[in-house]
């Protein structure tokens, strides 16, 4: 696949600026952008960068019209349930694809944020998904990038879909997401509807599972390569869903259940308990800018609501592949490193090692993982435009709403993060290329959070903290783990939490860890540090929310 490097200085296509990252994919990202070609005020709309293979064939010079004149035509088989795309060109080895404004949030974002979602919900949306299938596969047309990147649910929980017209406009037997590729295309045959169902399939697992059924390996063929080959893990969280996510998931496409039983049995999951697909979790809520400018908002035609993000001095290295498969998500960061100098904000336990740091678990993390403290259920906030970026080069506009007393912090090393204002770096430890740790808190202020990279871990982020982590916790302070170590997912990646107790200079302080895997060895690992007597109090834990909620790694 080719690479990209794009600069927000810069315009996509001659006049699409690219504010924001709304989210990735392997191959795959998608930006909030503006479009100041439609005359005196910009527009708002969804810019998605796809990587083309490096071989650039005449077939793959004409994704752009394939994937135009496709999804025109799938606009008129679903009215309202297919993003109209406005513009697409290939540059550089780069597929960029314009959509009009998209008045919902990513699937991916979703389970992300809030975690594995009920049966019953999952049932409701996959529904939504058959009935664009259906209407397509109706016409002889198939996805076949279908992944939980392309579905955006609105606010009502209905559906839309993007990335019609991929499959197909190059050589490549999937171009993006692959571990949301069906065995036939792994093998690289002709794929038809069969290989959009095996997708409804992995998407249906993922939502009750907390991850695809086959894990990203860092390379694309390495991915295909085990979907192809590698046995399907049985799903424990499915419920009344497992005999039809097993039946969309089998390896030979003429086995797979057909729509008409796979709607039966999604219409008799919902059918339980119709409400509880509605009740049990938030309805979606766009993000930051992309929340400021929804259609009817006060900025939505006001070019001056995004001048001040657009002009941000931030350059954007963006590998199409390393992008996003390159996340430093791939393994339980390895951040047992020293503790920092300041020894109740120590986002590291005392005495530990220069090891691993433990995995980092999903943002909503799952269900059956320990969380640090439930967010409650909260209508969506009115929209209101996002704050001008500040000067300083390390500190930019935060990428999500974020809670009064916060501003995003920027780290040169390749992530961002949302810190109480008046927090700062105190302290930086680097072991070569391979791995560094920064410890961010503030004078007068007993917490810390420690941010570790790792680029040597395993492959399991709950023998990480085990093995790795916690034999090095465990040699002073009267270390105390609380709870078992919790598997989950993290920004739909392998992640674990472990939280424990321990003495720090005469205090007693209490420290939440997750780790999540990137791929290829590499890893992240939050730790965040508090005293153990203020360790409930609302504000320590509305701020750890806050970090959870807002860590991105952005260049790894």
Known sequence: MGRAHVSTHQLVVGRYRLLEIVQRETNRICW???DIGTGEFSRPCLVTQVGLPDSAYETERRAAARLMRTSENMALLCPGRIAGVVDAAEEAGTLWIVNEWIDGTPLCELLSEQ???NYVRAARVGLELLDVLDAAHAEGITHGELSPGQVFVREDHSIVVTGYGLAGATLAPRLTAPAYASPEQARDERIGPAADLWALGAILYTMVEGRPPFRDRGRPENTLKGVDRLPLRTPVRSGPLTQVVQGLL????RERLTRPVVREALTRALSEDPEAGLASVPAPRL???YAAVRPGGAAWSRRTMVAGTALAVVTVAVAVLAATQGLPGGESGGDAADAPARPPASAASPGEGGGSAGPVPSGGGSST????SPEPTQPSPKPKPPPTR???PTRSAPATALPSGFQRYRAPEGFSVALPEGWKRLDTDRQGDLRYR???GADGDDRTLAVTY?????????AVWRNEVEPNLKQSGHYKRIGEIHATTYQGREAADMEWTADVGGTRVHTFGRGFLLGGGRSFSLRWTAPDAEWEDGANQEALRTVLKTFRPESH
Not at 369 to 372: C, E, F, I, M, N
Request: hydrophobic share 30%.
């Open 454 to 462: 790792s680029e040597r871990v395993g492959p399991d982020p709950v």
């Open 287 to 289: 993000r930051g800018a």
């Open 250 to 253: 089998r390896k030979d496409s």
């Open 369 to 372: 993982a320990k969380s640090p």
């Open 390 to 392: 500040s000067a300083s």
């Open 32 to 34: 909030y952008a503006e």
């Open 115 to 117: 975690g594995t979602f």
């Open 438 to 440: 920064v410890v961010f």
